[in-house]
């Protein structure tokens, strides 16, 4: 699992553009840049909807005056999806970069997939935020209990910063 001090891995994501479907490599995203990431289990999800990604558009400016350049969010979803949950949430528009995971290939390199069949979720991401600097994490919020969203929250990271 991944912890303060690794370095994130290098994965491709997917997004829908006015070009269509297109990849998305994390690397040149990192690289001498101070990031914010969060992960969650899935668009359009009550607590994701309600909770998760509000928090993040609700501290956007606020994490940009800290000298965050940018603000993550992945799912293991398709970008299709993750287009129109940008587009309806106001994610976008608060400047909000919705990045697809669809086949969970960066949720699994840094240990965070999980699995609830019973709701409907195979290989989804479990909640997470970090800020990274140049590809190297310097904070790390994990959920501890399982349906929670206290620690992840764009506020707690935020102070942490």
């Not at 607590?47 to 928090?55: A, N, Q």
């Not at 293991?76 to 994610?91: E, I, L």
């Not at 960066?106 to 709701?119: D, H, N, R």
Request: hydrophobic content about 45%; charged content about 20%; aromatic content about 6%.
């Amino acid at each position: 699992m991944i912890s303060v001090g690794d370095t994130l891995p290098d994965a491709t994501f997917m997004v829908f553009s006015d070009k269509g479907p297109e990849t998305v490599d994390l690397e040149p995203k990192l690289k001498g840049r101070k990031v914010v990431m969060f992960g969650l289990p899935g668009a359009f999800t009550r607590g994701c909807s309600m909770t998760h990604l509000p928090s993040f558009i609700r501290t956007r400016q606020a994490l940009a005056d800290k000298g965050v350049d940018e603000v993550i969010c992945v799912s293991v979803n398709d970008p299709f999806v993750m287009t129109a949950w940008g587009q309806q949430s106001g994610a976008a528009e608060a400047g909000i970069t919705m990045l697809a995971d669809p086949t969970a290939e960066f949720t699994k390199a840094i240990g965070l997939a999980f699995s609830a069949p019973v709701v409907g979720l195979y290989d989804r991401c479990q909640r997470f935020a970090l800020m990274a600097e140049d590809g190297v994490v310097k904070v790390l919020n994990l959920e501890t209990e399982a349906g929670a969203c206290k620690l992840t929250v764009g506020e707690e990271l935020l102070e942490q910063i």
